[in-house]
């Protein structure tokens, strides 16, 4: 193809034909081009962290320099807690900490020492989904739900402070979060609803 | 970022350390500048665990101390800061997000670095000890009309606006002692430091803001100029504090963020609040007088139109 | 069932058509009645995977965690323009954890793009690929991208179109920066004659801005070697797309590798491609003979993975008195960056308005800016902005009412091809939009509100493709117990595949929603589908779902006439009951019918149909804003929008409507707030961050009023569904920009409309 006959369609479509390897053989792996170094495992500086994670105490060694959302993902698989900016700008970490929402993604792991974290895997009940999270299916505050953990945790926050929030309440409490696919008017709708069903039930 | 991390009880723990180490009180700044290489440190000092630097205290005719520690979210709640100093309320309400509220204290924020996002991104500029202000010629949408030379940040603290206007003082412990110092000279220009923001040295930790107790009868608002609804640093903002008589201001003070490297008062600006009549044209006459000195940058002049324009709002609204 | 046939069908995708032979159905299902009279299609449906997003038991690529996974990133050049010298990867390497690196050094050369190669040593932006490291940890890995000396010579550079227009521009290619060496032209009628006649002329300049997708999930790839076939777990919007790309630059058979995507964070286009670094992360994987995880993060996602391009439009039109408009003439250009992408964005002056003599001249022009990518409707945001911001000028210039003049100047046929749409329900649209937003109240005087803050109201139109079309497939199989899996090789990004899918299945057999299962993104058994882009996955897979579902109840009446002993004629099916209507004692359900059968599943294929030969398929819309403009400040505040749009078959109110607030809030973000900012001294972004990246948040949404004024596009496909993703963002920053010169009496012509434009604009009025 010449360049002069290049569009970006055409370059999408072609995406297969485009690309031209040169010689690259494939290989079945022997036992020998596996290549391992020793297992991962904790530098000398490692601190140990105790803290309750969705109500269980949790004894583990963490380096200085993890953030709450690295030790919560990767060393105790809660995967659920999203990890979008790392840098406490768009909520999508959101955890509660003592029951106040925070950024996991922007606090170092050590600073938990203590302290009593909720997840969104925290909020279920076994099976059975919270109120907050019934809402968000419900009204659909969510599209590819990327940001949905941080945005239930952040209304979980809310209603923890204040059982009976207004809208105006709801709003501000959840503008430490974004989503970029903008569900926000399902959003809202959910953190309402969600505070109705609560003071109903 | 790898560092070992001390988490001492005492302030005296924390001089025994050494001076070197930067400390982390809620981290939202200094993590952000250690993830971003700005800062490079092979030792971080939590300083939550000091005692009693985490209390708003009421003394009184002496006025109200706040600890350094004190959450921004806690400095909203607490009942003793809504009845006596609501421009502090109004003003924390203002900064960053409700999550950011629950993590960053209130020492914190009057010591965060600048925004610049030159400062924050790879660029070896001034303030980072390079020898080029990258502002100067380029993108300074954000930076100051005032006072800037040889680098033209802007302060990003919210509170530190309302702080002067309500003339608090700071102080300052370190080995040698303590200190205290009003706001206005706590933070410095960079034609003083162009590497800092304020006077703290090494070693110095901040352990109290004291709120003077506030003169009867005035009124008081921050109007924080933003470009979305909630979560943003001031494009320009305005902490007022004014005293009316009929449609006159008796006396009072303007203290301006978003306009220069530190939170901005003029005293001539002021002097001429004293006994400025409300009518729209000495509005109009004060408020096109404000910032007559300003040197804006190439995409920044229309700060000084927003300034006066925030000025001449809250004048409408308070008078 | 009947047997396939194969046609060439046309169909339309993000820029440009295509032609594919695709295999159709032979017995093509009747259109669906009104949806008043289905069970459950155009209802509100919550959606299936719910559940998986708000409990936090979604796995995304970015979540996923094998065994012995290694984690991989990339090093990047900090530069807009550089030769590398050399690449030393010594101390890196030596570094404990450190398990593999690749570059130029080392790596095979395999082509990327058509002009460069996975590791280039001509460095063409900030961003560009350098190195990959595979390390035990990302934090180790992160660490060896410091230890990486590069050592190359900077090369003059340029990141501004015009500037890299010129004759004095550093080159980026040998054969100069405008793509192809020439623009793009096309021409009808004649354009200087009808200025020369027209009553009114408008002309006018605009600009908007580099956006980018920033969707929240990063692009991310997790691969997996067992013996020679390869497994990719990747955040993309085009399953298939990936995999011949990772297919061919490793030279193995397509067969061998499978692509797996279950959840993912957004893409908004830019998933649409494969990237380097899924490539990267395969030959990583092979080296070490371990399981590879590689991940961008947020600053690689806002310098290296597609952006909205620039453009710079200038617009002259013309209008006789009685609001007939008579020519339009496009002239633009925009930075594609280092490598060959499309800045056009001409579509909307061609197509938009019934319109005799129109010339369009775009220009794609090389820069040293990361690439483009498409985003959300490509060209067509920019596009209808700059139109329809003229449109608005000319109709004052004649003293029309803006939506006279364009209900008059609407096409009732395809004005470049003089064919006949499918459907068209523009002009519904404009009336029960502006019906919505109350259209006679608005000011007649741009500007006239008393007071710092004044109040505007503003509209424009949407065109865009849609329809989508064959070649897609789904493959239905039905259980022993009545549960059914429905399987299709396309992508759910947010927009609710999952969820219509399996409303099709229970719409046409009546089988329990929580019966049935839909398994979407997994090359290895699902069946061929499009790209997930150009809102083609509901038109295109609908009616293969549709169809599949129908041939599984052609199946079942003929095991039920078997085993009742009945004449076919006679059964019929009704909420999952097959009876006898000659016989009422003999009647069997599903799950009972199964029963009876040796099979242990029953499977039945769908297709989507042609495409109509000699019409054209197209969504169309309109939509209303109401803002106000505080003077003062210069800050814009969207009230309200009206979105009143034409796009067939509503599937499912719930995620429709989702998708419209999404849309429109991406539109507004567009007008008012997001934009790449490229510091012009040193060819780098400024602003890689989400805090920087403006965009907005939960207290920015104004009101939203979403209409649907289509039933159904019965001529297109079985279920007449056109495509709701990309409308939805096409009118929103125009109708702004339009209600803020009904506000202000000033026209801001530049994107987005920041609070700074606004002001200086105001002030020098
Ligand atoms: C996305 C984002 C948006 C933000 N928006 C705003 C905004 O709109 N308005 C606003 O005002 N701020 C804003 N901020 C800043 C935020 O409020 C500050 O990060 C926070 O207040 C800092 O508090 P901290 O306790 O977390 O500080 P830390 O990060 O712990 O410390 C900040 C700095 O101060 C020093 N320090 C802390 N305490 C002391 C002390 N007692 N004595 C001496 N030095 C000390 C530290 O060493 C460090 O250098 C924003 C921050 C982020 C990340
Ligand atoms: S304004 Fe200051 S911080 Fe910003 S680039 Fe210039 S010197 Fe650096
Ligand atoms: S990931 Fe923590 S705030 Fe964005
Ligand atoms: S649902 Fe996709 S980012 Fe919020």
Redesign the pocket.
């Known amino acids: 193809m010449s360049p002069k006959d290049i569009s970006r369609r055409k370059f999408i479509k072609n995406l297969g034909g485009g690309v031209v390897g040169a010689g690259v053989a494939i290989q079945t792996l022997s036992a020998k081009t596996r290549k391992e170094s020793k297992p991962p495992s904790k530098s000398d500086s490692a601190v140990a962290l105790t803290f309750t994670v969705n109500k269980k105490p949790i004894t583990l060694l963490v380096e200085p320099e993890s953030t709450l959302a690295d030790v919560l993902r990767n060393d105790l698989k809660l995967t659920g807690t999203k990890v979008v900016c790392n840098?406490?700008?768009c909520g999508a970490c959101t955890v509660l900490l003592d029951g106040r929402a925070v950024y996991s993604c922007?606090m170092l792991a050590l600073d938990a020492q203590g302290k009593s974290v909720t997840t969104i895997e925290g909020l279920m009940d076994g099976e059975k989904l919270h109120p907050v999270q019934e809402a968000f299916v419900e009204h659909d505050g969510l599209q590819c739900g990327f940001c949905t953990p941080g945005q239930v945790m952040a209304a979980e926050a809310i209603l923890i402070k204040n059982p009976k929030p207004g809208k105006e309440e709801i709003i501000e409490g959840m503008s430490g979060n974004l989503c970029r696919c903008a569900a926000y008017p399902n959003i809202l709708k959910s953190a309402v609803a969600a505070a109705e069903k609560l003071n109903k039930s | 970022m790898q560092f070992s991390y001390i988490q001492p009880t005492s302030i005296e723990e924390v001089f025994k350390l050494g001076s070197a180490a930067?400390?982390?009180?809620?981290?939202?700044?200094?993590?952000?500048?250690m993830k971003d290489d700005i800062?490079k440190t092979d030792k971080v000092i939590n300083?939550k665990k000091l005692k009693g630097?985490d209390k708003i205290e009421d003394k009184g005719n002496k006025g109200i101390e706040i600890g350094?520690?004190v959450k921004?979210a806690d400095l909203i709640e607490n009942e003793t800061i809504q009845e006596k100093c609501p421009l502090l309320v109004q003003t924390a309400k203002?900064?960053?997000?409700p999550q950011?509220?629950n993590?960053?204290?209130?020492?914190?924020?009057i010591?965060?670095?600048p925004r610049c996002w030159y400062y924050r991104g790879d660029f070896d500029c001034i303030r980072k000890g390079g020898d080029t202000c990258y502002a100067v010629g380029g993108e300074n949408k954000y930076h100051c009309i005032i006072g800037g030379g040889p680098c033209f940040i802007v302060h990003?603290?919210?509170?530190?606006v309302a702080l002067l206007a309500l003339d608090a003082k700071i102080e300052i412990t370190s080995e040698n002692g303590q200190k205290t110092v009003p706001v206005n000279d706590f933070f410095i220009l960079p034609e003083d430091d162009e590497t800092k923001e304020n006077i703290?040295e090494p070693g110095?930790?901040?352990?109290k803001i004291i709120l003077p107790e506030q003169a009867k009868g005035f009124k008081t608002t921050y109007i924080?100029f933003?470009e979305r609804s909630s979560?943003?640093?001031?494009v320009v903002s305005v902490a007022a504090v004014l005293k009316t008589d009929g449609n006159m201001i008796k006396n009072g003070k303007l203290a301006f963020g978003g306009v220069a490297p530190h939170p901005w008062m003029e005293a001539e600006i002021n002097q001429k609040l004293t006994g400025l009549n409300t009518d729209e044209a000495s509005v109009d006459a004060f408020t096109s007088s404000l910032f007559h000195n300003a040197e804006p940058m190439e995409k920044n002049e229309y700060k000084v139109i927003l300034a006066r324009n925030l000025v001449k709002r809250i004048i409408d609204n308070l008078a | 069932m009947a047997e396939s046939k194969y046609v060439k069908s046309k169909i339309f995708f993000e820029e440009e058509f295509e032609e594919k032979l695709a295999e159709v159905p032979t017995d093509p299902k009747g259109p669906w009645p009104a949806n008043d009279n289905l069970k459950i299609i155009g209802k509100p449906v919550s959606r299936i995977d719910g559940y998986d997003k708000v409990s936090g038991t979604a796995v995304y690529t970015f979540d996923i965690n094998l065994p012995r996974m290694a984690q991989a990133r990339i090093l990047r050049s900090a530069v807009p323009h550089a030769k590398i010298k050399k690449i030393d990867t010594g101390k890196a390497e030596s570094l404990p954890g450190v398990l593999g690196i690749l570059s130029s050094n080392n790596a095979q050369e395999i082509k990327w793009f058509n002009t460069s190669s996975l590791f280039d040593t001509h460095l063409r932006y900030q961003g560009d690929e350098i190195a990959c490291v595979v390390a035990e940890s990302e934090a180790i890995a992160l660490k060896a991208l410091k230890l990486i000396k590069i050592e190359f010579d900077e090369l003059p550079f340029t990141v501004d179109a015009k500037e890299a227009m010129g004759e004095k521009a550093p080159k980026i290619y040998d054969e100069g920066n405008i793509q192809g060496g020439k623009p793009f032209e096309y021409a009808r009628g004649d354009v200087d004659k009808a200025f020369q006649e027209a009553d009114a002329i408008v002309e006018d300049t605009f600009d908007t801005q580099v956006a980018i997708h920033n969707p929240t999930e990063v692009h991310c790839s997790v691969v997996n070697w067992d013996g020679d076939d390869l497994t990719v777990w990747d955040s993309t919007q085009a399953i298939y797309g990936v995999r011949d790309t990772v297919a061919d630059a490793l030279k193995m058979p397509a067969s061998k590798v499978r692509i797996i995507k279950k959840y993912m964070g957004g893409g908004f286009g830019s998933k649409l491609e494969c990237g380097k670094y899924t490539v990267m992360a395969a030959l990583l994987a092979r080296k070490i003979g371990r399981p590879v995880r590689i991940v961008v993060d947020r600053k690689e996602m806002n310098l290296a993975v597609g952006n909205r391009p620039n453009s710079v439009q200038k617009l002259k039109l013309a209008a006789s008195k009685d609001g007939t408009l008579t020519a339009i003439s496009h002239y633009s250009y925009g930075a594609i960056g280092g490598y060959e992408g499309g800045a056009g964005c001409s579509w909307p002056a061609r197509q938009m308005y019934k319109c005799d003599n129109v010339k369009v001249e775009e220009y794609s022009v090389f820069t040293n800016t990361g690439p483009t990518r498409p985003f959300r409707a490509p060209g067509y945001p920019q596009g209808i902005f700059a139109l329809d911001s003229a449109i608005d000028m000319l109709a004052e210039k004649i003293r029309m009412n803006p939506l006279e003049f364009r209900m008059k100047n609407n096409a009732e046929k395809h004005p470049m091809w003089n064919a006949p749409f499918t459907s068209k329900l523009l002009k519904e649209a404009y009336e029960q939009g502006a019906k919505a937003i109350g259209w006679d109240k608005r000011n007649n005087q741009p500007g006239a509100d008393k007071g710092p803050v004044k109040k505007g109201m503003g509209m424009a139109s949407q065109i865009w493709w849609g329809g989508g079309g064959p070649p897609s497939h789904a493959v239905l199989k039905l259980n022993r117990d009545g549960s059914a899996r429905v399987i299709a090789g396309t992508q759910d990004l947010g927009t609710g595949t999952y969820t219509f899918m399996a409303q099709i299945v229970h719409e046409v057999l009546d089988i329990p929603m929580d019966k049935i299962e839909v398994i979407l993104g997994d090359t290895a058994v699902g069946p061929y589908c499009p790209s997930s882009g150009g809102s083609t996955t509901a038109p295109s897979v609908s009616p293969a779902v549709r169809d599949a579902a129908e041939n599984m109840k052609i199946k079942l009446l003929e095991a039920a006439a078997a085993q009742l002993e009945s004449e076919k004629k006679n059964l019929v099916y009704v909420n999952g009951l097959i009876s006898d209507t000659s016989n009422p004692e003999k009647k069997i359900d599903i799950p009972g019918l199964m029963g009876k059968m040796g099979e242990q599943t029953i499977t039945t294929t769908g297709s989507r149909e042609a495409n109509p030969e000699g019409y054209i398929t197209q969504t169309f819309g309109a939509q209303f804003a109401k803002v106000e403009v505080d003077t003062l400040t210069g800050k814009i505040k969207v009230n309200k929008i009206v979105a009143a749009h034409d796009i067939g078959r509503v599937l499912n109110r719930k995620t429709l409507d989702n998708q419209f607030h999404g849309g429109i809030m991406q539109g507004l973000s567009y007008a008012l707030m997001e934009e790449q900012i490229v510091d012009i001294n040193t060819g780098k972004v400024v602003n890689t961050n989400l805090?920087d990246y403006k965009i907005p948040i939960i207290a920015d949404i104004p009101e939203i009023e979403v209409i649907i004024v289509s039933e159904a596009d019965p001529m297109n496909s079985n279920t007449g569904v056109k495509g709701c993703g990309e409308p939805a963002i096409i009118p929103t920053a125009a109708a702004i920009a339009n209600a803020v010169y009904n506000a202000i009496g000033v026209r801001i012509k530049s994107l987005p409309m920041t609070p700074d434009k606004v002001l200086m604009a105001l002030n020098q009025a």
């Open positions: 840098h406490g700008e922007h | 930067p400390l982390y009180a809620g981290g939202t700044d200094l993590i952000g500048l800062i300083i630097l350094p520690l921004i203002e900064i960053a997000s950011l509220r993590m960053g204290t209130v020492g914190g924020n010591c965060q670095r990003p603290s919210d509170l530190a703290l110095e930790i901040v352990t924080k933003k979560w943003d640093f001031a | 805090h």
